[in-house]
């Protein structure tokens, strides 16, 4: 694990993103866990896991689903900083991953297997997830194909527990769980490009009037998300989001 690659990519003269030194917090048993949803020149979702010092990283480009049919892939990217868990904000356009970044999950992690590492090297780690949006039993598991070396290519798959849903998690929970804002709305606070971040909010929205739900932070029910989507059928998504849904 190292972050001799983030930290070569990026210019910390211009981007507000923390370099790290990949120091080793003070053992504890619960590892970090974040999804960040970051508008560059294509919407995806960064999936982290926190290990050995540093945040394991992967670009899910549809995003995360709770169904157990569903595979995601994940393409395995740099190593982060333990410091990126929380950045919230806007990257310059000109820079390594420009474009506007949105803390969508945050929580902790758990192995399931005893021997992570030796998990990550075969290709097959499961975990659990305690987040405010993802929870329960969790697999990435690395593919042949796609990807390469430098960039191997993985799934992201829900296991089957009471966690386990045909609900579209990207669809129904789209704002930041640190903040409730919209990405329309962190771009606009930091001076980035409202416009294109927008075109990853729900409709309807001018860019900046998405309105953060009070639904944004915070622990929601089961009930709750039931009776919202039952209530709010038509205030539904962009196109963008179209596309990833399970046919029914
Ligand atoms: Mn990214």
Redesign the pocket.
Known sequence: MSLDEYNQKRDFGKTPEPSGEGKPRKSSSKQIYVV?K?R?TQL?Y?FRLEWAGVLLSW?VPKGPSLDPSVKRLAMQVEDHPIEYADFEGVIPADEY?GGTVMVWDIGTWEPEVPEVDEALRKGDLKFQLYGKKLQGSWVLVRTRGFGSRSKPSWLLIKHRDAYASDDDITVDEPYSALSGRSLGRIARDNGGNVEQAATADPLPSDGVAAKPSTRGVGKKTGAKRAAKKASSSTAKTRSIWHSDRPKR
Request: proline share 0%.
């Open positions: 960040q970051h560059a995806h960064d670009a991953g």
